[in-house]
């Protein structure tokens, strides 16, 4: 495949984030993300980092992408 949406990532802040994960200790819920064909809730941990979970399975994402969409996502 390929093309000029490949690694893409869209975020949705205030998305519905219940439906890919529960309340996580340390991690602020921000919304969904979705990357390609999956989807799952968009957090930022204490530290900072951001990261897409799903059912409690953290997944790291490209941090400079990820700042892209939410700036993309909230017109800064």
Do not use: F
């Not at 994960?21 to 921000?30: D, I, V, Y």
């Not at 919304?31 to 059912?55: C, D, F, H, K, P």
Request: with cysteine.
């Amino acid at each position: 495949m390929g093309g000029q949406n490949r690694g893409r990532l869209t975020v949705l802040l205030g998305g519905p984030w219940r439906l890919y994960s529960h309340p996580l200790a340390g991690w602020e819920m921000l919304g969904t993300v979705q990357r390609g064909m999956e989807i799952g809730a968009l957090a930022r941990s204490s530290a900072g980092i951001y990261a897409q979970i799903n059912a409690g399975a953290v997944r790291s994402i490209d941090q400079r992408k990820v700042v892209a969409a939410i700036e993309a996502c909230s017109g800064a």
